[in-house]
């Protein structure tokens, strides 16, 4: 299973992306911020939410010189289904992974093995191909993308800054601390 610090696999899946369904490689994606978001299933209750909100923030992460993927052991046309009858899932312009096999999830430690599904997971990816953040949860537990966004802005700030570290809350343009000094100023 994968965790913070460790480099990520380069694998290949099937995804719906700008209404055609295409291959992708998660090494596509070197230089660039990765979040990846593991969720259990398409045509769900909770999941549509999540990937709702996310699609919403999308150019916000962008900006942050991210891309997001989310995955589901759903296949890519399934994805397509979705995507062409459910409002919420609509407005997604990023790339939805398909991992039928699991394959994926199980690298990323998201995968029920007797269910044939994926946890709630939330991975943040430096553009080296190493895992910075990991988040894995009950499936009924919505996440909350502002949040991820956050830790993500945390992520490429320490990246970006040597020296300097976050603080609970920490927030873009705010407070940062450097160990064994007090508050840095504003950033």
């Known amino acids: 299973m994968i965790q ?10 099937e995804a719906f992306h700008n209404n055609e369904i295409k291959k992708i490689k998660l090494s596509d994606y070197k230089g660039k ?6 969720y259990p299933a398409d045509f769900t209750f909770i999941c549509p939410t999540e990937l709702e ?19 589901s052991t759903d296949t890519a046309f399934v994805h397509k289904a979705w995507h062409d009858s459910s409002p919420s899932i609509k407005k997604i312009q990023y790339p939805m992974l398909a991992d039928p096999t699991g394959r994926l999830c199980k690298e990323f430690g998201t995968y029920i093995e007797n269910e044939g599904i994926s946890l709630r997971g ?3 990816i ?7 953040c990991v988040e894995i949860h009950d499936n009924s537990i919505g996440r909350n993308a502002k ?3 956050r830790k993500l802005k945390a992520a490429k700030f320490v990246r970006e800054n040597k020296g300097q570290v976050c603080p609970a809350n920490w927030d873009e343009g705010k407070k940062t601390l450097k160990p064994g000094l007090d508050l840095v100023g504003k950033i």
């Open 33 to 38: 911020w990765l979040v990846l978001l593991f």
């Open 4 to 13: 913070t610090n460790q480099k990520i696999p380069d694998i290949e899946l």
């Open 126 to 132: 430096d553009p080296d191909g190493v895992v910075k």
């Open 147 to 149: 949040e991820t966004l």
């Open 122 to 124: 939330s991975f943040i």
């Open 53 to 71: 909100e996310a699609a919403n923030l999308y150019e916000e992460f962008k900006k942050s010189d991210a891309e997001i993927l989310s995955v």
